[in-house]
């Protein structure tokens, strides 16, 4: 039996909801159906959009399977019945859907779709950008809405072929607002949450990055499968190389111009190391910090391991296919050129081919490079004992050979001689092996090469013999001495590189991070105990401690700088100079941390009285603003009571004692105003923050503007808020928005609930505001396109704001579609919803729910 050929799936990706990936999927099938394919709709969600319904005429559709869950009634695809018509094509819509739990025998529809493509099914399907698995969490921190149903990525990236479904914010908005994706209740909701141009152009952004990625990916599979070497330009990738030198940040700076000159263009740093561990002008630290340079500019750091660097490096770009080489000018002088040959630059121009090279010079250009520092690499014990040893080691041998005098062979003694001067190059390195191995050749000459007991040969191949096993015994032992100090070197680098592992590690946990990078040197440097001091007193000075090159003259204790005014005390242990440079590291971590933590201390001791200056703010201005109109109004309600040209009728009487009386009123809530603005300034006034519902200012707010409209409120959550500031603001708001309104229409508030904060919007349909305008109007005194100002001193949106923003809210003006000004008060929740999404409006993306 042959084996069912796997079915190939087409996935429609689209950028965001509503852009028509759905049309554009059931118009494939439309198209396979008019060449002649069976194709068969196993299942596609139209959501009422005539539109879409339409491009299901002439296709052959499945009933969907009826399920009951929880006392609802829902349809899914009818899986066995696809199996069973065994289309060549079927579609299928909302890849990432979850299935009603048991209305089939896959929890998620994308398992369906694995089935039929096992049975050898063709599959087109849709799937939006934020249901991908590795970009939920980045969605939910752009639109604040968690995504409940997903698709794994490699789902999609399996697929044989993937169409970008993209539009523009703006179209995508227009198409909105007329009502070509959501019912019209729906629309201002969805416009004002998941539907802003932000959300819209961050969700473009990904969906156009990720499919990038993905043909990438193709590509790169097409050019190994076919052999491709050569350089394809499809996207500028310079590649730098830095080998530690202090040219570093220069070749880095100059790769990076390069990179940014065309859209889109990667730069990536490759540093070449040796197989051996050898290097020479190499610095950890330089390459660490040129490292940080690299992935600041947005670049991508890469370590290869080569004995050639030029075919290394020019490896390493034909696989990344990249297009630009740079690196630069040899450090090594004419001299030294004119005698070692071509250099690194040289060979990799050589070997480039097709890949651009640049050789950008620097300062140190022909200088030579830089020597690294003579250090001690042996203990002091081991110093003494290696000379020793190479002069004691031979006697002790000869005296064990001369009892073994004719049982061994010439070859077989200088071969022992040979494995002595190996032990002795352990012991002491180098220079003590050359001693072990002129003492052996003096020894063998005299006591094991013929004529015995002198210091002459008889025979030349004797003294060849004798010459060569000095060279011998020098080389081995200085390959024995080099093996052992690039082992001691390796060790070395690979405890620096865990220590600043674990100092990476201690940095990111946050929290607790001083004591913690406090507890990590304590344990990586093995002292007793690490302190952090504010001061330290220099020589000569009165403090407890009294520093002498980086050590205490009395307690022997280690100190080194931590930041501006702060010093680490290590107690309780000697610490090397290189166990001082990682040390340093350390030092320089904890200092940033002491001054964030600073940082973080004045930040919050600052923000209580920023909220008291905002407060102070909005309530001098609210008197200014709010004074005359109830002082006149009172003013004349007396006045003409107290007239004698006048007979008031009773009604007359009452109306006027009515005005009067509420003016005082008006008056007297100022008063309070100012007498909270007194506590204020003496620091004793606290906002009455409680839960609020809207229900219970919106009446005394609209009272003013009478005719409002004003949506549905039963469900809104309470807000955090202060009722009479926030009573404020509100009819602020929207008395400013019925000044503007033309005749005939009304002013709408309507409210809903986004990642946790509750949004009130005051829309109205009048004649708007350029962006560049915006900010202008929330400064008081301003009256944007109105000249009149008998009517006010413009500080209503300025006193809007600032009484909002003492609140912890915030006031932002946003385009009502259609035309107009929609003004969004967002204030925080009295409670966070218990569950994910609670409170959230139905329109936020879920379009695989029905």
Known sequence: MNEVRRGRLKVYLGAAPGVGKTYRMLDEGRRRAARGVDVVVGFAECHGRPGTEAMLDGLEVLQPVPCAYRGGRFEEMDLAGVLARRPQVAVVDELAHSNVPGGGRNAKRWQDVEELLAAGIDVVTAVNIQHLESIKDVV????????????PDEVVRRAHQVELVDMAPEALRRRMAHGNIYAPEKIDAALANYFRPGNLTALRQLALLWTADRVDEALQTYRAEHSIGRVWETRERVVVALTGGPEGDTLIRRAARIADRSAGGDLLAVHVARSDGLATGFSHASLARQRRLVEDLGGSYHSVVGDDAATALVDFARAENATQLVLGSSRRGRLERFLTGSGTGERVVALSGDIDVHQVTHERAGRGTLLPSRRRTLSRARMIAGPVAGLVLPLLLTIVLAQLRGTLTLTSEALLFLLAVVGVACIGGVASAVIASLTASVLLNYWFIPPIGQFTLADAN??????????????VAAVVDRSLRLSRRAARATAEA????????SIVRGGQTIPALLERTRETF????????????????????????GRTDEDGDTVVP?????????????????????????????????????????????EPVRAADRMRTALLRAVGHDLRTPLAAGWAAVTSLRSRDV????VDRDEL?????????????????LLDLSRLEAGVLKLNLRPTSLEEVLPAALTDTPGVEVGDLERIPQVLADPPLLERVIANLVGNADRYAPAGTKVLVSASVLAGRVELRVVDRGPGLPVAGRERLFEPFQRLGDTDNTTGLGLGLALARGLTEAMSGTVSPEDTPGGGLTMVVSMPLAERPDAPGAGMSD??????RR
């Open 843 to 848: 329109h936020v993306g879920q379009g695989s």
């Open 140 to 151: 939910e921190k752009i639109t604040g809405v968690p995504q409940q149903e997903t698709v």
């Open 647 to 650: 007979e008031f009728s009773a």
């Open 562 to 606: 931590a930041g501006p005014g702060g010093y680490l005390v290590l107690r309780g242990g000697a610490l090397s100079a290189s166990e001082r440079r990682v040390l340093a590291a350390f030092a320089a971590h904890v200092g940033a941390a002491v001054e964030r933590a600073r940082l973080a201390e004045a930040a919050a001791e600052v």
């Open 526 to 549: 093995g002292v007793d105990s690490v302190e952090l001091v504010s001061e330290v007193a220099e020589e000569g000075g009165t403090g407890a401690v009294r520093l002498r090159g």
């Open 462 to 475: 004797a003294l060849v013999a004798l010459g060569v096993f000095a060279v011998v015994a020098a080389t």
């Open 657 to 673: 004692l009515a005005t009067a009386d509420e003016s005082m009123a008006k008056l007297n809530r100022l008063v309070e105003n």
């Open 498 to 505: 865990e220590t600043m592992s674990s100092l990476a590690g």
